[in-house]
């Protein structure tokens, strides 16, 4: 055992995750979960370990046994991996070096809680090892591995107070990143000084350090929506900044966009296209109501552009769970959940601007939802 660390939640909370899990290891009639993330996807690849135990892996990874019935187990590889909320065990090393041998570890507490026969669902198949998979496999021929990875994702949709107040810890923090991007935005300065800015603003505000964090610079005939993790080229006047900062606080993400230019007068074809994303995006909010499905709102978004110009693509909204924010799931929303809207449009002829100017992040409630960042959404001259 290894020393417990400070929790980031709530014992209760925690405790209503933990039920709401085993509640749907009952509907599929699971033994037992093992649970794994990596640092991939800026701390994204560990929303299930961060979720069920506040667990942060490092280097190679983190594992969670975690049983229906009886005590989970985090099996780590550092300290550093160590929670709160459950009992730790470091993981044996390989005969003769220091590589650490997880998959004989996990299949070892297995036996340990007597399901070595046991039906075993893996969270998630696109973070854990192959080589800790074929391990645990030749170790426990009689048990039976079945891919689980949506069940801790569909209790993650649905926040509860405590996961509220931290998307708007996260919110907060992408305000002032914003804010550190327009205070360094000037001819000479680099994109990736604008990066660094940014990032270390967000850590001061209580983020995490190292997010995805995309910026685009160059004049708007020039820039056509080309966004990147920071460059070494300079800005000048006449510029657009444009930008998508993704904040993550203990793995509750929020994103924010703002066009940002380098002058006083804005080019009018820039201008048209805001006000086409604005208007997308007030369609997309107007109708984000506790209820509506996803697929039916960004059909409305669609619907709306196409009055405004000709788009061979056009959507609004894109699930705050970062690590799954591609797969565009038609969920019916419910109180509670959380979602960026940040327009994009893509041009019919291919050629322009393809990317979003405008972005923010906003929860469901009872009635309106609510948008979590202050940042107006509109054009920073500087």
């Avoid at 709160?84 to 005969?95: L, N, Y």
Wanted: aromatic residues 8%; negative net charge; charged residues 20%.
């Amino acid at each position: 055992m290894v020393e417990s660390f400070e929790l980031f939640f709530s014992n209760n909370e925690y405790e209503r995750r933990h039920k709401n899990i085993r509640a749907m290891m009952q509907e599929r009639d699971l033994d037992c979960l093992i649970i794994t993330g990596h640092t991939g996807a800026c701390l994204a690849a560990a929303a299930d370990t961060l979720y069920v135990a506040g667990v942060r892996p490092l280097l190679e990874g983190a594992y969670i046994v975690f049983p229906f019935s009886g005590q989970p187990v985090n099996i780590v590889g550092n300290i550093a991996h160590a929670s709160g909320v459950f009992p730790t065990q470091m993981a044996s090393f390989k005969k003769g070096t220091r590589v650490r041998d997880w998959g004989t570890s996990i299949a070892q507490s297995l036996r340990d809680a007597g399901l070595e026969k046991g039906s075993i669902g893996i969270v998630s198949t696109r973070t854990m090892a192959v080589k800790e998979y074929l391990t645990m496999s030749r170790e426990l021929p009689e048990a039976r591995f079945v891919p689980a990875d949506d069940i801790i994702l569909q209790c993650r949709l649905v926040k509860s107070i405590e996961e509220i107040a931290m998307l708007r810890r996260s919110a907060s923090a992408a305000d002032a990143g914003l804010k550190a991007i327009v205070e360094s935005a000037r001819p000479g300065v680099t994109e990736n000084d604008l990066v660094i800015a940014c990032d270390q603003a967000m850590a001061k505000a209580g983020g995490e350090r190292g997010n995805f964090i995309l910026v685009g610079s160059g004049p708007w005939d020039v820039v056509a929506g080309a966004f990147w993790p920071g460059r070494d080229k300079k800005l000048e006047k006449g510029d657009f900044v444009f930008n998508e900062i993704t904040s993550n606080c203990s793995g509750y993400y929020t994103q924010l966009c703002c066009p940002i230019f380098l002058g006083s007068n804005p080019p009018a074809g820039f201008m048209k296209r805001l006000e086409v994303h604005k208007a997308m995006q007030q369609t997309a909010y107007d109708n984000f109501r506790t209820g509506s499905f996803v697929n039916d709102i960004d059909k409305i978004v669609e619907e709306r552009a196409a009055t405004m110009g000709e788009w061979r693509r056009a959507w609004a909204l894109q699930s705050a769970e970062l690590a799954e924010s591609w797969y565009k799931v038609n969920l019916q929303l419910q109180q509670g959940m959380c979602y960026v809207i940040h327009p994009w449009a893509e041009p019919s002829s291919g050629e322009g601007f393809i990317g979003h100017t405008v972005g923010y992040t906003c929860v469901t409630t009872e009635h309106k939802p609510e948008v979590l960042h202050k940042t107006p959404q509109d054009v920073v001259k500087v």
